[in-house]
C-alpha cells in the first residue's frame, strides 16, 4: 500500500510505493542507466515524483557492478538538482541522509569508491552557482556523505587500503590545493572531521589508524597558504583535539559530564542571520579517547608529525609559528596524559640543513680561495727558500779574496768561479779587451751621416777651442 502522509512529525518524508520502486528497478536492471531514476524525475516540481525516482535509483544501485566514473557524474548532476529542488528543513535532511546511504548499496567497494568521487567532483563543480538561500541544505549533504564514509569504512574493520583509498579522494578532491574559487568546501570538510567520525568510532580503531584518517588534514595544513583554511584546520582539528572533549577526557572528572554545556550554534555569520540556526550536537566522546593509554599514544604521535612539519624549510613564515604553538600545546597534553615528548635527533636535521643552505654556499666559496691562496703562498716560499739555500751553497763553493803583496793585483778567478759569483749576487766588471795597434793602411772615406742635434751638442762639448796653444800654457 502506499504510504499515507500523516500529520505532525511523520518517521518519513518519502512519498513512494515501494512495491511499485521495486518493480520498476528490477525492469530497469539491464539498462544502463534506468529512465526513470534520472533528469526529469529526479528534478521534478512535484515532490512525490521525486520522492519515487530516489527508492528506484536506490534498488536500482544494487544490480550495478560496471558503472564508470562519467555515469556516476551523471548520476550526481540529476541528485544535486533533486537536492536543490527540495523544500523544508526536515524534508532536506531525510533526502541527505537518503542519498549519503547509497554508499552502502553498491555490489562493490570499488562502485562506492566512484560514487563518494563523483559526489565531491559535482560539489565543486557547482559550488559557486550554489546561492545563500540553498547553501545549509548543501551542507547538510555534505555532512551525511562524510558521516556514511566513515560509517562504511568502520563497517570493514578500518582496512588501512581503504583508508588511503578514500584519504586519496579527499586530498585530491575537497582538499586539494588546486581547488578554484571559494574555500568554502574546505573549510566546511575541516568542520565535519571531529563532529561525524565519532559516530563510526565505537567500531573500533587504532592509533595507527587515527593518524591515517588525520593525514589528508596534515598534508593540507603542511602545503596551504592560505590563512583562513590554516586557521580553520588549527582551531576546527588539531587544537580541538588536543581539548578537554577528545585527549584530555580521560582526565575529566565524572562530576564535569553532568555539567550542562550551553548550546553552541553552527552558524555566527551575520551574512546567515536569516538561515536557521541550530545548535550543534551534544559531546559524545568515545570510549577509545577515555583510554588513557589510547590518548597518550594518538597525542605523541600527532605532537611528532606536527614538529616535523614546522622544521620543514618548505614551511611558510607564519605557518611555522602557528605550529611551534601547537607543539607547545601539545607538549603539554602529552605530559599530562603520561608521555612527555621530547623531538627526535632525526626531526631536527632539516632545519640544520636549511641553516647551512646558503651560508654553506657562501663559505664554500670564500673557503676555496683561502685555500687556494694559502697553497700559492706556500708554494711561493718553498721557491723562496731553495733560492736562499742555493746561494748559501754558492758561497760556501767560491774561494776567498787574497790581498796582492807589494802593489801587485791578486789574480782573477776563473770563469767558473766568476759565473757563480755572478749568480750569488756579487758580479765583477770584465776586463776591456786590449785595442789593436793601428796600421798605416789608407782607409777609404766613408759618407758621414747628417749629425743629429743631441750628438751635435756633445761634439762641441768635447772639442777644444781652435786658438788654444797645443802644448801646455802659453808664455
Not at 558503472?67 to 537536492?83: E, N, Q
Not at 759618407?447 to 751635435?456: D, G, H, I, L, V
Request: hydrophobic share 40%; net charge negative.
Amino acid at each position: 500500500k502506499r504510504k499515507a502522509v500523516p500529520t505532525g512529525e511523520p518517521d518519513t518524508y518519502i512519498e513512494a510505493d515501494e512495491a511499485e520502486a521495486e518493480q520498476e528497478a528490477a525492469a530497469a536492471k539491464g539498462q544502463a542507466i534506468p529512465e526513470a531514476a534520472l533528469g526529469k524525475k529526479l528534478a521534478h516540481a512535484d515532490k512525490k515524483v521525486r520522492d519515487k525516482a530516489v527508492v528506484v535509483l536506490s534498488k536500482w544501485f544494487r544490480a550495478q557492478n560496471n558503472f564508470d566514473h562519467d555515469d556516476h557524474l551523471k548520476i550526481w548532476k540529476a541528485l544535486f538538482y533533486c537536492m536543490w529542488m527540495s523544500d523544508k528543513r526536515p524534508v532536506q535532511q531525510e533526502l541527505a541522509d537518503k542519498i549519503a546511504e547509497f554508499i552502502h548499496v553498491f555490489p562493490s567497494p570499488a562502485q562506492a569508491k566512484l560514487f563518494v568521487q563523483a559526489f565531491y567532483a559535482t560539489m565543486r563543480r557547482e559550488w559557486a552557482g550554489i546561492d545563500r538561500l540553498r547553501l545549509d541544505k548543501f551542507y547538510s549533504l555534505m555532512r551525511a556523505v562524510q558521516r556514511e564514509v566513515f560509517v562504511y569504512l568502520a563497517k570493514r574493520k578500518w582496512d588501512a587500503e581503504e583508508v588511503e583509498e578514500f584519504n586519496t579522494i579527499l586530498t585530491t578532491g575537497p582538499l586539494s590545493l588546486g581547488i578554484s574559487g571559494t574555500p568554502g568546501i574546505q573549510l566546511h570538510v575541516c568542520d565535519l572531521f571531529l563532529e561525524e567520525v565519532n559516530e563510526a568510532m565505537e567500531a573500533g580503531i587504532t592509533p595507527e589508524v587515527w593518524m591515517e584518517l588525520l593525514s589528508p588534514y596534515f598534508a593540507l595544513m603542511a602545503a596551504s597558504g592560505d590563512k583562513a583554511v590554516f586557521e580553520r584546520l588549527y582551531t576546527r582539528v588539531f587544537q580541538k583535539l588536543a581539548g578537554e572533549e577528545w585527549l584530555l577526557a580521560s582526565l575529566a572528572d565524572d562530576d564535569d559530564e553532568d555539567e550542562e554545556v550551553p548550546d553552541k550554534l553552527r552558524h555566527t555569520n551575520p551574512r546567515f542571520r536569516h538561515t536557521y540556526i541550530e545548535p550543534l550536537p551534544a559531546a559524545n566522546i568515545s570510549t577509545h579517547f577515555k583510554d588513557k593509554a589510547f590518548a597518550a599514544a594518538v597525542a605523541h604521535k600527532v605532537a611528532e608529525r606536527v614538529f616535523e612539519m614546522a622544521v620543514e624549510p618548505e614551511t611558510w613564515d607564519y605557518g611555522r609559528r602557528r605550529l611551534y604553538d601547537l607543539v607547545d600545546d601539545y607538549k603539554v597534553v602529552c605530559k599530562a596524559l603520561g608521555k612527555p615528548f621530547k623531538p627526535s635527533a632525526a626531526a631536527l636535521e632539516p632545519p640544520k640543513e636549511a641553516a647551512e643552505g646558503e651560508e654553506g654556499k657562501a663559505k664554500g666559496k670564500k673557503g676555496k680561495k683561502a685555500a687556494a691562496k694559502k697553497a700559492r703562498d706556500a708554494e711561493k716560499d718553498e721557491e723562496d727558500d731553495e733560492e736562499e739555500d742555493g746561494a748559501d751553497e754558492d758561497e760556501e763553493e767560491a774561494p776567498p779574496a787574497k790581498k796582492g803583496g807589494g802593489g801587485k793585483a791578486a789574480p782573477a778567478p776563473a770563469a767558473g768561479a766568476g759565473a757563480k759569483g755572478k749568480a750569488a749576487g756579487t758580479p765583477k766588471k770584465p776586463a776591456a779587451a786590449p785595442k789593436p795597434a793601428s796600421t798605416p793602411t789608407a782607409v777609404k772615406p766613408v759618407a758621414e751621416s747628417a749629425p743629429t742635434p743631441a750628438s751635435a751638442k756633445k761634439a762641441r762639448k768635447g772639442a777644444a777651442p781652435a786658438d788654444a796653444p797645443a802644448g801646455g800654457s802659453g808664455g
